[in-house]
Structures are given as structure tokens and as C-alpha cells.
């Protein structure tokens, strides 16, 4: 069983749409959660950690449910430059696991 | 956060050849890590890259296919040896800059490798 999962979709929404990716990971004692996002042919970038409160970052909002294992991560009013790859990424200890990936695509 | 130079930027290589690449990160970094990624794909662990020390592999990775060097805190290079067609891929370096467990990892720009 993988570490992290996550549907690759692809995802096409049209501009202004809310989206949400869900992710799944196995490991119950993981302990930091992050979302990231990749570009086509570009490195992975950090889009925001994702705390146990629930957190917000403008259009962006990440949950957190431990009991489930679950990370979510909601797009609001959907930009053509939202376009990409999100990646759930959990640290457990000293390594990081990436799920496979969302791809997105925003569509005028 | 820390910045991160990797290169080559991408190379093509013939089949049998080796290719070293190298990570130069702006400070000093506790954790430093390889990975690999195939199109499409996501990030596959080679190994983590110990300071002083043999790197640690991840199950189906070796040390005589992906020799690793890390020689200080700032520095390190991995070397893709014999390669073969199946080696084709983007590998990527990666830091995390402390072993606080929020610290977020940080990638190089990733080089790209064709094997003909």
C-alpha cells in the first residue's frame, strides 16, 4: 500500500470554479502535511502546510483530519494560472512521502 | 528556506556512460535527498544523502548504480553510472533545512536526462 494516495484526476474546471483534491495517507504516527505544486517541467513548490485547525491562504484552503488520514485541499474562484500538479506531500521522521499527484487545468 | 543550484540542467548521455550531478544548496542544511521522477510520475526516493557518511538507500536503489557524495552541509552530488535507456528521467535534489517536523522540503531545478 502506497504511503500517500491521491486520484491524479485529471481535473478541468472552468475559470471561477471551486475545486477540491483529497488525499489519503496510511501512516497514523505522520506528523507534518504539506501541499505542493508543480508546473510542467518544473521543480515541486511548496503551496502550503496544512495545520490540524484547518488553514487558510487566500483562494486556498487546506484540511487536516487525523482520524481519517486524510488532507484536503480547496481552490475558490478557480485562475487559469492555478493550472498545474498538486502534489500531497506527508513527512514522517526524517522523510518526506509525495502522493502521485493532482493535474489541473483551468479552462477560459 | 534555502536556494537551491543543481546541475547539469539536463543532459543527454550515451548508454554506458555515467553522469554526476551536482547540488549546492546556500546554507547549511541538516537533511539532503535524491529523487527521481519519470514523466507523469511522481517523486521516487533514491536515497538520503548523509553528511560524513554512506548514503541511505531506498529498496530497489544501489550504491554501485547511484553513488552519492556529501561531503559538508551545503554540498552534494549524485552519480548515475552505466547508464541505460531505462535511466531517462528528472532527478531532483531536495533539502529541509531543519529537524523541526513542520519544515517543509525544498527542490533543486531538477535535471532533466535522456539516455541514447
Known amino acids: 500500500r502506497k504511503e500517500v494516495e491521491q486520484d491524479p484526476g485529471p481535473f478541468n474546471v472552468p475559470e471561477g470554479a471551486t475545486v477540491a483534491f483529497n488525499c489519503t495517507y496510511s501512516?497514523?504516527?505522520?506528523?507534518?502535511f504539506f501541499w505542493y505544486r508543480q508546473d510542467c517541467r518544473k521543480e515541486p513548490k511548496l503551496l502550503m502546510s496544512?495545520?490540524?485547525s484547518g488553514n487558510e491562504d487566500g483562494r486556498f484552503t487546506a484540511q487536516l483530519n487525523r482520524a481519517s488520514q486524510y488532507i484536503s485541499l480547496l481552490i475558490r474562484d478557480s485562475k487559469l494560472s492555478d493550472s498545474a500538479t498538486y502534489l500531497c506531500?506527508?513527512?514522517?521522521?526524517?522523510?518526506?512521502?509525495f502522493g502521485t499527484g493532482t493535474s489541473l487545468t483551468v479552462i477560459p | 528556506s534555502a536556494v537551491i543550484s543543481q546541475k547539469p540542467s539536463r543532459d543527454i548521455c550515451q548508454r554506458g556512460t555515467s553522469l554526476t550531478i551536482q547540488c549546492q544548496v546556500d546554507?547549511?542544511?541538516?537533511?539532503m535527498f535524491w529523487y527521481r521522477q519519470q514523466p507523469g510520475q511522481s517523486l521516487t526516493l533514491i536515497a538520503t544523502?548523509?553528511?560524513?557518511?554512506?548514503?541511505?538507500?531506498e529498496s530497489g536503489f544501489v550504491i554501485d548504480k547511484f553513488p552519492i557524495s556529501r561531503p559538508n552541509l551545503t554540498f552534494s552530488t549524485l552519480t548515475v553510472s552505466n547508464m541505460s535507456p531505462e535511466d531517462s528521467s528528472i532527478y531532483l535534489c531536495?533539502?529541509?533545512?531543519?529537524?523541526?517536523?513542520?519544515?517543509?522540503?525544498?527542490f533543486g531545478q531538477g535535471t532533466r536526462l535522456t539516455v541514447v
Open positions: 531536495s533539502v529541509a533545512t531543519g529537524i523541526r517536523l513542520n519544515t517543509e522540503a525544498f
Open positions: 501512516n497514523s504516527a505522520s506528523q507534518s
Open positions: 496544512v495545520y490540524s
Open positions: 506531500v506527508v513527512r514522517g521522521g526524517n522523510q518526506f512521502y
Open positions: 546554507s547549511q542544511v541538516t537533511m
Open positions: 544523502a548523509n553528511q560524513g557518511s554512506e548514503a541511505t538507500y
